[in-house]
């Protein structure tokens, strides 16, 4: 039988909570291992989501609850406090730690993935023939969509969301911290001042919102292609 939509919703939310949860603890852990306790003295370095809630209620109740009325699936935001000059001593620290987020999302994603592809293997689960909806990667070996491959699916999308869209390299998202990585920390402090000093959140935001939904579309295609290649 397949999911009905209430479930659906629950499906969504838990996924989001525990998702979004676990990418803000990573970010959380990633900067106590870097030397700032900032978070982890705020109580961010765990997986309980009241904590997170707490510090972010709009974007981890509000918004996640309403985008899934309005649109059929969820986005939503969280924050991981730390100190701003911890970073300026240690820039590239402060891009792992940024990195840290989507990692732990991309991780989710694979462990989807890897249940997914075990479950077809076991014959549990099968293929869609085409995918009509984001909770629909993967149907029950009869060919419905039931609670689980519901789950699956979601869990795999979801992170894949919230991976790609926070790697985009404009502020405020950690893209355009982890991108110091690549640079010398002389300049990476260069590029803090550049980008602290300026009003590039709203713009860096609009810039994401503009272009994810091209990018998205073409890092989904590919990566339900790789989930059931051969």
Not at 13 to 26: D, G, I, M, R, V
Not at 95 to 104: E, F, I, S
Not at 110 to 125: D, S, T, V
């Amino acid at each position: 039988m397949d999911t009905p939509d209430i479930a659906l919703g629950a499906i969504w939310y838990l996924a989001f909570l525990f998702s979004t949860t676990c990418h803000e603890a990573a970010h959380a852990l990633a900067a106590k291992w870097g030397g700032d306790l900032t978070a982890f003295e705020g109580g961010q370095v765990t997986l309980n989501p009241v904590p997170h809630i707490q510090r972010s209620p709009f974007g981890m109740v509000v918004v996640p609850i309403l985008s899934f009325l309005l649109g059929g699936w969820m986005i939503g935001w969280a924050s991981a406090p730390y100190d701003p000059s911890w970073q300026r001593r240690h820039p590239h620290r402060g891009a792992w730690m940024a990195l840290a987020g989507p990692a732990a999302n991309f991780t989710l994603m694979l462990l989807a993935a890897g249940a997914i592809r075990g479950g077809i293997a076991m014959g549990q689960f099968a293929p869609p023939a085409s995918i009509s909806g984001f909770s629909e990667l993967a149907l029950s070996s009869a060919g419905e969509q039931t609670f689980v491959t519901s789950a699956l699916s979601i869990f795999f999308v979801l992170n894949l969301l919230l991976g790609t869209f926070n790697l985009l390299p404009v502020p405020p998202l950690d893209g355009h911290a982890g991108v110091m990585l690549l640079m010398p920390e002389k300049l990476a402090l260069r590029y803090l001042d550049f980008i602290q000093e300026g009003s590039f959140a709203m713009i860096g935001l609009l810039i994401a919102w503009t272009a994810f939904g091209r990018i998205f579309n073409f890092v989904f295609e590919l990566s339900v292609r790789l989930l059931y290649f051969g």
